[in-house]
């Protein structure tokens, strides 16, 4: 079946410093991957997308490589700011409309 | 930005009762979902609503739940008795721009409405 594991948080970080958010997925055929961000009081947001592998998804300072051959799709963003702090979700959407998502990785950037 | 809207924020009831989760979608858009989080677990897809009929659903949706477009701009989730397992956030999200493509990639959700089951 379709799944989506991720990073446990919550992360603490500093700001500037480098972020990475592991997610790993299962999954049949060739599915597309997302990574969502929550902040405090509001909805989910699409953060950035690939469709096919090897597609670099980014948007923001944040990246995410779709690799098939570990079955991951990584976050990443090169120096974190305090208004980063947020839960961020991995998901995926295979055959269908409904997406798959992870428990989420909370995020905490501190000055 | 449009943007989808839930209401009630925070819900509580007592089990057995009865429960209407409210959400007005993005105007013009053809899809629409809910999906719960379980504090601590993952998100989990309910089910997805088009041309006024389920289009899927998962096993988590039983006859404890439906959903309605009662009027042509909200998008409510019943559950008919509610258990204490119910306790739960609760995200309404939409997709499907009318007159676009006609698969529904990108789905905007709400803020959630937390449950709680008392």
């Known amino acids: 079946g379709n799944s989506v594991t991720q990073m446990e948080g919550p992360v603490t970080l500093s700001e500037e410093a480098f972020l990475t958010i592991n997610c790993t997925y299962t999954a049949t055929g060739y599915p597309s991957l997302f990574w969502y961000v929550q902040y405090p009081g509001e909805g989910l947001q699409l953060l950035l997308k690939?469709?096919?592998?090897?597609d670099k998804g980014s948007n923001k300072g944040f990246e995410a490589t779709y690799r098939k051959e570990t079955t991951s799709f990584h976050l990443e963003k090169g120096s974190v700011q305090v208004s980063d702090s947020a839960v961020y979700f991995c998901?995926?959407?295979?055959?269908?409309?409904?997406?798959?998502f992870g428990t989420g990785t909370s995020l905490t950037v501190i000055p | 930005e449009p943007e989808v809207t839930q209401t009630p924020s925070h819900q509580v009831t007592q089990m057995g009762q009865e429960v209407i989760l409210r959400c007005v979608p993005i105007s013009n858009h053809l899809y629409f979902y809910w999906y719960r989080q379980i504090l601590g677990q993952k998100v989990e897809f309910l089910v997805s609503?088009?041309?006024?009929?389920?289009?899927?659903k998962s096993e988590i949706f039983d006859d404890q739940f439906s959903v309605e477009r009662p009027d042509g701009s909200n998008f409510t989730l019943k559950i008919r008795s509610t258990k204490l397992e119910d306790s739960a956030m609760y995200f309404c999200a939409s997709s499907g721009l009318a007159g676009g493509p006609t698969f529904s990639y990108e789905q905007y959700f709400g803020p959630g409405t937390r449950l709680t089951v008392t």
């Open positions: 690939a469709t096919k592998a090897d």
């Open positions: 609503f088009y041309n006024n009929e389920i289009s899927e």
């Open positions: 998901a995926l959407k295979n055959t269908g409309n409904q997406f798959y």
